[in-house]
Protein backbone atom coordinates (compact mmCIF):
# COMPACT_ATOMS: atom_id res chain seq x y z
CA UNK A 1 0.00 0.00 0.00
CA UNK A 2 2.95 2.33 1.11
CA UNK A 3 4.78 1.67 -2.41
CA UNK A 4 1.30 2.10 -4.28
CA UNK A 5 0.88 5.97 -2.44
CA UNK A 6 4.52 6.73 -3.01
CA UNK A 7 3.65 5.79 -6.91
CA UNK A 8 0.55 8.19 -6.81
CA UNK A 9 2.92 11.29 -6.00
CA UNK A 10 6.37 10.17 -7.49
CA UNK A 11 7.47 13.34 -9.80
CA UNK A 12 4.43 14.78 -9.97
CA UNK A 13 5.87 18.31 -9.99
CA UNK A 14 7.82 17.74 -13.18
CA UNK A 15 4.39 17.87 -14.98
CA UNK A 16 3.47 21.74 -14.60
CA UNK A 17 0.90 22.06 -17.99
CA UNK A 18 -1.94 20.80 -16.20
CA UNK A 19 -3.65 21.24 -12.66
CA UNK A 20 -1.74 19.08 -10.27
CA UNK A 21 -4.72 17.26 -8.87
CA UNK A 22 -6.06 16.24 -12.53
CA UNK A 23 -2.48 14.68 -12.68
CA UNK A 24 -2.62 13.34 -9.97
CA UNK A 25 -6.16 11.59 -10.86
CA UNK A 26 -4.30 10.40 -13.74
CA UNK A 27 -1.36 8.88 -11.78
CA UNK A 28 -3.67 7.19 -9.25
CA UNK A 29 -5.92 5.25 -11.85
CA UNK A 30 -2.27 4.23 -13.64
CA UNK A 31 -1.66 2.66 -9.96
CA UNK A 32 -4.28 1.00 -9.54
CA UNK A 33 -4.63 -0.51 -12.93
CA UNK A 34 -1.04 -1.66 -12.41
CA UNK A 35 -1.77 -3.80 -9.37
CA UNK A 36 -4.75 -5.79 -11.68
CA UNK A 37 -2.67 -8.62 -12.58
CA UNK A 38 -1.44 -9.60 -8.85
CA UNK A 39 -4.81 -9.09 -7.58
CA UNK A 40 -6.06 -11.31 -10.58
CA UNK A 41 -2.66 -14.12 -10.48
CA UNK A 42 -4.08 -13.88 -6.51
CA UNK A 43 -6.80 -16.23 -7.18
CA UNK A 44 -5.28 -18.15 -10.10
CA UNK A 45 -6.24 -22.27 -8.84
CA UNK A 46 -2.44 -23.22 -9.22
CA UNK A 47 -0.04 -22.83 -7.15
CA UNK A 48 2.67 -20.47 -9.13
CA UNK A 49 2.26 -16.97 -7.07
CA UNK A 50 1.89 -18.88 -3.57
CA UNK A 51 5.21 -20.46 -4.44
CA UNK A 52 6.80 -17.42 -5.15
CA UNK A 53 5.64 -15.67 -2.30
CA UNK A 54 5.83 -18.20 0.26
CA UNK A 55 2.07 -17.47 0.90
CA UNK A 56 -0.95 -20.05 1.45
CA UNK A 57 -3.99 -19.90 -0.94
CA UNK A 58 -6.10 -18.47 1.95
CA UNK A 59 -3.58 -15.59 2.33
CA UNK A 60 -3.92 -15.22 -1.20
CA UNK A 61 -7.67 -14.95 -0.98
CA UNK A 62 -7.10 -12.21 1.51
CA UNK A 63 -4.51 -10.30 -0.81
CA UNK A 64 -6.87 -10.45 -3.29
CA UNK A 65 -9.94 -8.82 -0.99
CA UNK A 66 -7.83 -6.19 0.23
CA UNK A 67 -5.81 -5.28 -3.02
CA UNK A 68 -9.37 -4.73 -4.85
CA UNK A 69 -10.40 -2.62 -2.28
CA UNK A 70 -7.96 -0.32 -2.24
CA UNK A 71 -7.99 -0.20 -6.00
CA UNK A 72 -11.69 0.66 -5.31
CA UNK A 73 -10.84 3.35 -3.02
CA UNK A 74 -7.65 5.01 -5.23
CA UNK A 75 -10.05 3.91 -8.63
CA UNK A 76 -13.24 6.60 -6.69
CA UNK A 77 -10.39 9.44 -6.42
CA UNK A 78 -9.72 8.91 -9.64
CA UNK A 79 -13.23 9.34 -10.60
CA UNK A 80 -13.79 12.16 -8.64
CA UNK A 81 -10.88 14.28 -9.34
CA UNK A 82 -11.31 13.78 -13.04
CA UNK A 83 -15.23 14.16 -12.79
CA UNK A 84 -13.87 17.59 -11.21
CA UNK A 85 -11.62 19.16 -13.41
CA UNK A 86 -14.15 18.48 -16.23
CA UNK A 87 -16.63 20.28 -14.48
CA UNK A 88 -14.68 23.10 -13.32
CA UNK A 89 -13.41 23.63 -17.02
CA UNK A 90 -17.56 23.39 -17.78
CA UNK A 91 -16.45 21.29 -20.48
CA UNK A 92 -19.53 18.86 -19.62
CA UNK A 93 -19.35 16.73 -23.07
CA UNK A 94 -15.89 14.95 -21.60
CA UNK A 95 -18.33 13.20 -19.88
CA UNK A 96 -20.58 11.64 -21.94
CA UNK A 97 -18.38 10.35 -24.99
CA UNK A 98 -17.88 6.58 -25.41
CA UNK A 99 -14.59 6.50 -23.64
CA UNK A 100 -16.04 8.20 -20.11
CA UNK A 101 -19.52 6.15 -20.24
CA UNK A 102 -17.18 2.52 -20.52
CA UNK A 103 -15.31 3.79 -17.65
CA UNK A 104 -18.40 4.67 -15.97
CA UNK A 105 -19.72 1.26 -16.52
CA UNK A 106 -16.49 -0.53 -15.26
CA UNK A 107 -16.90 1.54 -12.34
CA UNK A 108 -19.82 0.89 -11.56
CA UNK A 109 -19.03 -3.13 -12.46
CA UNK A 110 -16.57 -2.26 -9.88
CA UNK A 111 -18.54 -1.47 -7.01
CA UNK A 112 -20.73 -4.41 -6.95
CA UNK A 113 -17.26 -6.95 -7.45
CA UNK A 114 -16.24 -4.90 -4.29
CA UNK A 115 -18.96 -4.66 -1.71
CA UNK A 116 -21.11 -7.93 -3.40
CA UNK A 117 -18.68 -9.92 -2.31
CA UNK A 118 -18.07 -8.52 1.30
CA UNK A 119 -18.49 -11.83 4.17
CA UNK A 120 -22.18 -11.67 4.67
CA UNK A 121 -23.35 -11.90 1.25
CA UNK A 122 -20.98 -14.85 0.66
CA UNK A 123 -22.15 -16.83 3.65
CA UNK A 124 -25.84 -16.01 2.41
CA UNK A 125 -25.78 -17.26 -1.24
CA UNK A 126 -21.97 -18.12 -2.23
CA UNK A 127 -23.53 -19.73 -5.59
CA UNK A 128 -25.23 -15.97 -6.21
CA UNK A 129 -21.91 -14.67 -4.97
CA UNK A 130 -19.83 -16.23 -7.54
CA UNK A 131 -22.30 -15.64 -10.38
CA UNK A 132 -22.06 -11.70 -10.13
CA UNK A 133 -18.44 -11.74 -9.29
CA UNK A 134 -17.38 -13.42 -12.87
CA UNK A 135 -20.53 -11.22 -14.80
CA UNK A 136 -19.39 -8.67 -13.26
CA UNK A 137 -15.78 -8.98 -13.79
CA UNK A 138 -16.07 -9.62 -17.38
CA UNK A 139 -18.40 -6.11 -17.94
CA UNK A 140 -15.46 -4.50 -15.95
CA UNK A 141 -12.43 -5.76 -17.22
CA UNK A 142 -13.69 -5.60 -20.85
CA UNK A 143 -15.00 -1.65 -20.49
CA UNK A 144 -11.80 -1.18 -18.43
CA UNK A 145 -9.56 -1.99 -21.58
CA UNK A 146 -11.94 0.38 -23.73
CA UNK A 147 -12.16 3.01 -21.27
CA UNK A 148 -8.05 3.65 -21.87
CA UNK A 149 -6.07 2.35 -23.83
CA UNK A 150 -2.72 3.62 -22.17
CA UNK A 151 -4.49 0.86 -19.16
CA UNK A 152 -4.40 -2.20 -22.38
CA UNK A 153 -1.10 -3.90 -21.44
CA UNK A 154 -2.21 -4.44 -17.57
CA UNK A 155 -5.33 -5.79 -18.29
CA UNK A 156 -4.42 -8.31 -21.05
CA UNK A 157 -1.95 -9.63 -18.63
CA UNK A 158 -3.71 -10.13 -15.99
CA UNK A 159 -6.55 -11.64 -18.20
CA UNK A 160 -4.17 -13.69 -20.21
CA UNK A 161 -2.72 -15.02 -17.21
CA UNK A 162 -6.13 -16.04 -14.98
CA UNK A 163 -7.56 -17.57 -18.72
CA UNK A 164 -4.62 -19.90 -19.07
CA UNK A 165 -4.59 -20.89 -15.25
CA UNK A 166 -8.55 -21.83 -15.62
CA UNK A 167 -8.27 -23.23 -19.25
CA UNK A 168 -5.34 -25.35 -17.82
CA UNK A 169 -7.36 -26.77 -14.88
CA UNK A 170 -10.45 -27.63 -16.81
CA UNK A 171 -8.42 -29.39 -19.40
CA UNK A 172 -7.03 -31.59 -16.56
CA UNK A 173 -10.10 -32.57 -15.30
CA UNK A 174 -10.84 -34.00 -18.83
CA UNK A 175 -8.07 -35.74 -18.82
CA UNK A 176 -8.17 -37.03 -15.36
CA UNK A 177 -11.76 -38.42 -15.81
CA UNK A 178 -10.80 -39.97 -19.54
CA UNK A 179 -7.64 -41.43 -17.46
CA UNK A 180 -9.00 -42.77 -14.85
CA UNK A 181 -9.65 -45.95 -14.31
CA UNK A 182 -13.17 -45.83 -13.59
CA UNK A 183 -13.54 -43.18 -16.43
CA UNK A 184 -14.66 -40.98 -14.07
CA UNK A 185 -16.61 -42.79 -11.94
CA UNK A 186 -16.94 -42.17 -8.77
CA UNK A 187 -18.49 -43.68 -5.06
CA UNK A 188 -20.66 -41.78 -2.82
CA UNK A 189 -21.51 -42.87 0.81
CA UNK A 190 -23.25 -41.63 3.39
CA UNK A 191 -21.61 -41.99 6.69
CA UNK A 192 -24.30 -39.96 8.87
CA UNK A 193 -26.93 -37.24 8.46
CA UNK A 194 -24.36 -34.41 7.38
CA UNK A 195 -21.41 -36.85 6.08
CA UNK A 196 -20.68 -38.20 2.62
CA UNK A 197 -17.77 -39.75 1.35
CA UNK A 198 -16.25 -39.87 -2.05
CA UNK A 199 -13.84 -42.33 -3.34
CA UNK A 200 -12.31 -41.20 -6.88
CA UNK A 201 -10.24 -43.69 -8.68
CA UNK A 202 -6.88 -42.35 -10.12
CA UNK A 203 -4.48 -44.62 -11.10
CA UNK A 204 -4.51 -48.55 -11.66
CA UNK A 205 -2.05 -51.36 -9.88
CA UNK A 206 1.27 -50.55 -10.63
CA UNK A 207 0.68 -46.89 -11.64
CA UNK A 208 4.52 -45.44 -10.62
CA UNK A 209 4.54 -41.57 -10.70
CA UNK A 210 7.17 -40.13 -12.74
CA UNK A 211 10.64 -39.10 -10.59
CA UNK A 212 12.06 -36.56 -13.12
CA UNK A 213 12.96 -33.18 -11.40
CA UNK A 214 10.86 -30.82 -13.71
CA UNK A 215 7.76 -33.11 -12.59
CA UNK A 216 8.16 -30.92 -9.78
CA UNK A 217 6.89 -27.75 -11.50
CA UNK A 218 4.25 -29.33 -13.56
CA UNK A 219 -0.06 -29.48 -12.88
CA UNK A 220 0.40 -33.28 -10.70
CA UNK A 221 -1.08 -35.71 -12.57
CA UNK A 222 -2.33 -38.81 -10.81
CA UNK A 223 -0.45 -38.16 -7.77
CA UNK A 224 -0.32 -35.48 -4.88
CA UNK A 225 1.03 -34.49 -1.89
CA UNK A 226 -0.95 -35.17 1.89
CA UNK A 227 -2.84 -32.52 2.72
CA UNK A 228 -3.61 -31.14 -0.87
CA UNK A 229 -6.75 -30.07 -2.21
CA UNK A 230 -9.06 -30.76 -5.25
CA UNK A 231 -11.92 -28.76 -7.27
CA UNK A 232 -14.86 -31.65 -7.41
CA UNK A 233 -17.58 -31.15 -9.71
CA UNK A 234 -20.91 -33.55 -10.24
CA UNK A 235 -22.54 -32.35 -13.02
CA UNK A 236 -25.64 -34.62 -12.23
CA UNK A 237 -26.05 -32.37 -9.06
CA UNK A 238 -24.62 -28.93 -10.31
CA UNK A 239 -23.42 -28.83 -13.71
CA UNK A 240 -21.04 -25.64 -13.75
CA UNK A 241 -20.13 -26.27 -10.13
CA UNK A 242 -16.77 -26.97 -9.04
CA UNK A 243 -16.16 -27.03 -5.16
CA UNK A 244 -13.13 -27.74 -3.51
CA UNK A 245 -12.03 -30.71 -1.21
CA UNK A 246 -9.30 -31.93 1.09
CA UNK A 247 -8.04 -35.30 -0.57
CA UNK A 248 -8.28 -37.30 2.63
CA UNK A 249 -6.04 -40.15 1.86
CA UNK A 250 -2.16 -40.41 0.82
CA UNK A 251 -1.54 -40.97 -3.43
CA UNK A 252 0.10 -44.55 -2.69
CA UNK A 253 -3.67 -45.67 -2.57
CA UNK A 254 -4.13 -45.04 -5.67
CA UNK A 255 -7.42 -43.79 -4.96
CA UNK A 256 -8.59 -39.84 -3.56
CA UNK A 257 -10.79 -40.07 -0.41
CA UNK A 258 -12.93 -37.03 0.07
CA UNK A 259 -15.12 -36.15 3.25
CA UNK A 260 -18.00 -33.88 2.56
CA UNK A 261 -19.90 -32.26 5.39
CA UNK A 262 -22.97 -31.10 4.21
CA UNK A 263 -23.79 -27.52 3.77
CA UNK A 264 -26.64 -25.67 1.94
CA UNK A 265 -25.74 -25.44 -1.73
CA UNK A 266 -23.88 -27.97 -3.95
CA UNK A 267 -23.41 -30.65 -0.85
CA UNK A 268 -27.27 -30.50 0.54
CA UNK A 269 -28.02 -31.00 -2.78
CA UNK A 270 -25.73 -34.32 -3.26
CA UNK A 271 -27.07 -35.31 -0.09
CA UNK A 272 -30.12 -35.18 -1.31
CA UNK A 273 -29.37 -37.31 -4.39
CA UNK A 274 -27.74 -39.79 -2.62
CA UNK A 275 -30.93 -40.33 0.15
CA UNK A 276 -33.08 -41.18 -2.93
CA UNK A 277 -31.16 -44.52 -3.92
CA UNK A 278 -31.60 -47.59 -2.17
CA UNK A 279 -27.77 -48.46 -2.09
CA UNK A 280 -25.40 -48.26 0.72
CA UNK A 281 -22.81 -47.16 -2.28
CA UNK A 282 -24.08 -45.14 -5.22
CA UNK A 283 -21.92 -44.87 -8.17
CA UNK A 284 -22.16 -41.24 -10.33
CA UNK A 285 -19.73 -39.47 -12.69
CA UNK A 286 -17.54 -37.13 -11.11
CA UNK A 287 -14.79 -34.36 -12.26
CA UNK A 288 -11.95 -32.82 -10.23
CA UNK A 289 -9.30 -30.75 -11.01
CA UNK A 290 -6.13 -30.39 -9.12
CA UNK A 291 -4.75 -31.17 -6.69
CA UNK A 292 -3.30 -27.50 -5.02
CA UNK A 293 -2.02 -26.50 -2.06
CA UNK A 294 -0.25 -27.80 0.59
CA UNK A 295 2.56 -25.71 0.52
CA UNK A 296 4.18 -26.46 4.54
CA UNK A 297 7.70 -27.05 5.36
CA UNK A 298 8.76 -30.61 5.68
CA UNK A 299 7.71 -32.00 9.09
CA UNK A 300 10.30 -34.54 9.09
CA UNK A 301 13.00 -32.41 10.39
CA UNK A 302 11.26 -31.51 13.18
CA UNK A 303 11.81 -33.01 17.11
CA UNK A 304 8.08 -32.32 17.81
CA UNK A 305 4.95 -32.75 15.24
CA UNK A 306 1.73 -31.90 16.87
CA UNK A 307 -1.10 -32.29 14.54
CA UNK A 308 -4.77 -30.63 15.33
CA UNK A 309 -7.75 -31.75 13.75
CA UNK A 310 -11.13 -30.19 14.21
CA UNK A 311 -14.12 -32.25 12.38
CA UNK A 312 -13.86 -32.74 8.83
CA UNK A 313 -10.27 -30.79 9.19
CA UNK A 314 -8.96 -34.30 9.79
CA UNK A 315 -9.33 -34.68 6.06
CA UNK A 316 -5.97 -32.62 5.95
CA UNK A 317 -4.06 -33.64 8.68
CA UNK A 318 -5.02 -36.79 9.21
CA UNK A 319 -2.51 -38.00 5.73
CA UNK A 320 -0.28 -35.55 6.40
CA UNK A 321 0.71 -37.14 9.96
CA UNK A 322 0.54 -40.55 8.04
CA UNK A 323 2.54 -39.44 5.60
CA UNK A 324 5.17 -38.56 8.25
CA UNK A 325 5.14 -41.35 9.75
CA UNK A 326 5.30 -43.68 6.28
CA UNK A 327 8.70 -41.32 5.57
CA UNK A 328 10.39 -42.05 9.22
CA UNK A 329 9.22 -45.74 9.14
CA UNK A 330 11.25 -45.91 5.20
CA UNK A 331 14.17 -44.04 6.60
CA UNK A 332 14.27 -46.04 9.35
CA UNK A 333 14.36 -49.02 7.32
CA UNK A 334 17.55 -47.38 5.61
CA UNK A 335 19.30 -46.38 8.55
CA UNK A 336 18.81 -43.00 6.94
CA UNK A 337 19.38 -40.04 9.53
CA UNK A 338 20.07 -37.01 7.66
CA UNK A 339 18.68 -33.58 8.52
CA UNK A 340 16.22 -35.23 11.17
CA UNK A 341 16.43 -36.10 14.87
CA UNK A 342 16.69 -39.61 16.09
CA UNK A 343 13.89 -39.59 17.46
CA UNK A 344 10.88 -37.67 16.98
CA UNK A 345 7.46 -36.67 19.07
CA UNK A 346 4.49 -37.10 17.23
CA UNK A 347 1.08 -36.54 18.78
CA UNK A 348 -2.32 -36.32 17.27
CA UNK A 349 -5.31 -34.35 18.58
CA UNK A 350 -8.62 -34.48 16.96
CA UNK A 351 -11.58 -32.86 18.13
CA UNK A 352 -14.83 -34.17 17.24
CA UNK A 353 -18.61 -33.52 18.54
CA UNK A 354 -19.48 -37.40 18.81
CA UNK A 355 -17.79 -40.54 19.73
CA UNK A 356 -19.58 -42.20 16.19
CA UNK A 357 -17.53 -38.99 13.61
CA UNK A 358 -14.42 -41.47 14.68
CA UNK A 359 -15.82 -43.81 11.69
CA UNK A 360 -14.82 -40.78 9.02
CA UNK A 361 -11.07 -41.50 9.37
CA UNK A 362 -11.23 -45.08 10.96
CA UNK A 363 -8.57 -46.68 8.26
CA UNK A 364 -6.15 -44.41 8.79
CA UNK A 365 -6.48 -44.00 12.66
CA UNK A 366 -6.17 -47.38 12.75
CA UNK A 367 -2.45 -47.30 10.88
CA UNK A 368 -1.68 -44.72 13.13
CA UNK A 369 -1.90 -47.70 15.87
CA UNK A 370 1.40 -47.92 17.96
CA UNK A 371 2.76 -45.39 15.73
CA UNK A 372 1.67 -41.84 17.06
CA UNK A 373 0.09 -40.55 20.49
CA UNK A 374 -3.65 -40.50 19.27
CA UNK A 375 -6.05 -37.85 21.74
CA UNK A 376 -9.53 -37.78 20.34
CA UNK A 377 -11.78 -35.35 22.39
CA UNK A 378 -15.27 -35.68 21.95
CA UNK A 379 -17.10 -32.27 22.75
CA UNK A 380 -20.84 -32.68 22.72
CA UNK A 381 -20.99 -36.04 24.51
CA UNK A 382 -20.28 -37.09 27.81
CA UNK A 383 -20.17 -40.78 29.34
CA UNK A 384 -23.47 -41.83 30.68
CA UNK A 385 -22.51 -42.46 34.39
CA UNK A 386 -21.34 -38.87 34.29
CA UNK A 387 -24.06 -37.35 32.92
CA UNK A 388 -24.84 -35.04 35.34
CA UNK A 389 -22.05 -33.05 34.65
CA UNK A 390 -22.93 -31.82 31.18
CA UNK A 391 -22.87 -28.42 32.75
CA UNK A 392 -19.24 -28.73 33.22
CA UNK A 393 -18.42 -30.52 30.24
CA UNK A 394 -19.76 -27.38 27.99
CA UNK A 395 -17.30 -25.13 29.95
CA UNK A 396 -14.82 -27.35 28.30
CA UNK A 397 -13.55 -28.93 31.21
CA UNK A 398 -11.97 -32.49 30.87
CA UNK A 399 -14.35 -34.77 32.28
CA UNK A 400 -13.06 -38.18 31.56
CA UNK A 401 -10.46 -39.96 29.93
CA UNK A 402 -10.83 -43.53 28.96
CA UNK A 403 -8.68 -45.98 26.94
CA UNK A 404 -10.33 -47.75 24.23
CA UNK A 405 -10.33 -51.25 24.31
CA UNK A 406 -7.93 -51.44 21.71
CA UNK A 407 -5.41 -48.71 22.95
CA UNK A 408 -4.97 -47.44 20.38
CA UNK A 409 -6.25 -43.69 20.84
CA UNK A 410 -6.89 -41.66 24.13
CA UNK A 411 -10.81 -40.42 24.30
CA UNK A 412 -11.21 -37.27 26.24
CA UNK A 413 -15.03 -36.13 26.78
CA UNK A 414 -14.45 -32.30 26.50
CA UNK A 415 -12.45 -29.19 24.33
CA UNK A 416 -8.68 -29.88 24.08
CA UNK A 417 -6.60 -27.07 25.78
CA UNK A 418 -4.56 -26.63 22.43
CA UNK A 419 -2.49 -23.82 24.43
CA UNK A 420 -1.74 -26.24 27.26
CA UNK A 421 -0.44 -28.88 24.63
CA UNK A 422 1.76 -27.01 22.97
CA UNK A 423 3.13 -25.54 25.45
CA UNK A 424 3.59 -28.52 27.91
CA UNK A 425 5.29 -29.74 24.43
CA UNK A 426 7.53 -26.92 23.68
CA UNK A 427 8.73 -26.46 27.26
CA UNK A 428 10.64 -30.29 26.91
CA UNK A 429 12.61 -28.94 23.89
CA UNK A 430 16.02 -26.97 24.44
CA UNK A 431 15.78 -23.51 22.66
CA UNK A 432 17.67 -25.20 19.73
CA UNK A 433 15.08 -27.87 19.03
CA UNK A 434 12.11 -27.35 16.96
CA UNK A 435 8.62 -28.07 16.97
CA UNK A 436 5.89 -28.27 14.41
CA UNK A 437 2.50 -27.24 14.88
CA UNK A 438 -0.19 -28.62 11.90
CA UNK A 439 -3.76 -27.48 12.21
CA UNK A 440 -6.91 -27.56 10.01
CA UNK A 441 -10.65 -26.78 11.19
CA UNK A 442 -13.20 -24.16 11.46
CA UNK A 443 -11.50 -20.76 11.73
CA UNK A 444 -11.73 -20.07 15.46
CA UNK A 445 -10.19 -23.18 16.15
CA UNK A 446 -7.13 -22.94 13.51
CA UNK A 447 -7.09 -18.65 15.29
CA UNK A 448 -6.77 -20.56 18.60
CA UNK A 449 -4.07 -22.52 17.30
CA UNK A 450 -1.63 -19.65 16.09
CA UNK A 451 -2.34 -17.85 19.33
CA UNK A 452 -1.00 -20.31 21.36
CA UNK A 453 1.57 -21.07 18.88
CA UNK A 454 2.87 -17.13 19.46
CA UNK A 455 2.13 -18.15 23.03
CA UNK A 456 4.87 -20.66 22.70
CA UNK A 457 7.23 -18.48 20.87
CA UNK A 458 7.19 -15.97 23.77
CA UNK A 459 8.15 -18.49 26.62
CA UNK A 460 11.52 -17.97 28.07
CA UNK A 461 14.00 -20.79 26.44
CA UNK A 462 11.85 -21.47 23.94
CA UNK A 463 12.08 -23.52 20.60
CA UNK A 464 11.41 -22.61 17.06
CA UNK A 465 7.67 -22.78 16.71
CA UNK A 466 6.51 -23.50 13.39
CA UNK A 467 2.67 -23.07 12.25
CA UNK A 468 0.84 -24.33 9.85
CA UNK A 469 -2.85 -23.85 9.45
CA UNK A 470 -5.67 -24.35 7.19
CA UNK A 471 -9.53 -23.94 7.79
CA UNK A 472 -12.70 -24.27 5.96
C1 LIG B 1 -9.05 -25.49 0.49
C2 LIG B 1 -10.40 -25.99 0.96
C3 LIG B 1 -10.53 -27.31 1.35
C4 LIG B 1 -11.77 -27.79 1.79
N1 LIG B 1 -11.89 -29.10 2.18
C5 LIG B 1 -13.07 -29.58 2.62
C6 LIG B 1 -13.22 -30.94 3.03
O1 LIG B 1 -12.29 -31.74 2.99
N2 LIG B 1 -14.44 -31.34 3.47
C7 LIG B 1 -15.52 -30.48 3.53
O2 LIG B 1 -16.60 -30.90 3.94
N3 LIG B 1 -15.40 -29.20 3.15
C8 LIG B 1 -14.21 -28.72 2.69
N4 LIG B 1 -14.10 -27.40 2.30
C9 LIG B 1 -15.29 -26.55 2.35
C10 LIG B 1 -16.16 -26.87 1.13
O3 LIG B 1 -15.52 -26.43 -0.05
C11 LIG B 1 -17.50 -26.18 1.24
O4 LIG B 1 -18.12 -26.62 2.41
C12 LIG B 1 -18.38 -26.55 0.06
O5 LIG B 1 -17.89 -25.93 -1.11
C13 LIG B 1 -19.78 -26.11 0.35
O6 LIG B 1 -20.57 -26.24 -0.82
P1 LIG B 1 -22.11 -25.79 -0.80
O7 LIG B 1 -22.52 -25.37 -2.18
O8 LIG B 1 -22.94 -26.86 -0.17
O9 LIG B 1 -21.99 -24.54 0.17
P2 LIG B 1 -22.93 -23.30 0.48
O10 LIG B 1 -23.89 -23.67 1.54
O11 LIG B 1 -23.44 -22.71 -0.78
O12 LIG B 1 -21.84 -22.34 1.12
C14 LIG B 1 -21.29 -22.60 2.41
C15 LIG B 1 -19.89 -22.04 2.48
O13 LIG B 1 -19.00 -22.90 1.76
C16 LIG B 1 -17.99 -22.14 1.12
N5 LIG B 1 -18.03 -22.44 -0.32
C17 LIG B 1 -19.09 -22.79 -1.07
N6 LIG B 1 -18.74 -23.01 -2.34
C18 LIG B 1 -17.42 -22.77 -2.41
C19 LIG B 1 -16.46 -22.79 -3.46
N7 LIG B 1 -16.79 -23.10 -4.72
N8 LIG B 1 -15.18 -22.46 -3.16
C20 LIG B 1 -14.82 -22.15 -1.90
N9 LIG B 1 -15.66 -22.12 -0.87
C21 LIG B 1 -16.95 -22.42 -1.11
C22 LIG B 1 -18.28 -20.67 1.38
O14 LIG B 1 -17.47 -20.24 2.45
C23 LIG B 1 -19.72 -20.66 1.83
O15 LIG B 1 -19.97 -19.62 2.73
C24 LIG B 1 -12.88 -26.92 1.85
C25 LIG B 1 -12.74 -25.58 1.46
C26 LIG B 1 -11.52 -25.12 1.03
C27 LIG B 1 -11.39 -23.67 0.61
Known sequence: MGVN???????????????????????????????????????????????ISGLQHDRMEFLHKWLARIMWVMISAHLALAIYYWLSLKFIIMLYIPPQIFGFIAYFS??????????????LAYDFFLVQHRVFAFIMLLLSFFHNGGNRAAILIAVHGLVIDRVVSKVFAHIHAHKSPTKGRCE????????????????????????AWYTRFLPKYKTWK???????????????????????????????K???????????????????????????????????????QPFIGFDTC?????????????????????????????????????????????SIKKTDNICWFEDILKQFAGRCIVDIYVTQECKEENSSSTESNSKGSIMEITKTLSNDYNIYYGRPDIECIIQQHSQQLLPEQSISVASCGSPPFTKKVKESCQAARKLDKSPNVYCYTESF
Open 258 to 296: LLIRVQKGFTKQLMKNLEQVDHDVVTIKGMFHGPYGATY
Open 110 to 123: FCVLTWGSVKFIRE
Open 5 to 51: VGFCFAQIDDLDYQPKYYVISKRISKVAIGSLPIMMFSVAKHDVLTY
Open 188 to 211: FKILDEGTVSVTIPVCEAGYSKPK
Open 306 to 350: LFFAAGSGGAFTFPVCLDLLNQIEKRNDFGDYLFRPATQTIRFVW
Open 226 to 256: AGQHIYFNVSKIKFFQYHPFTIASLAESGEM
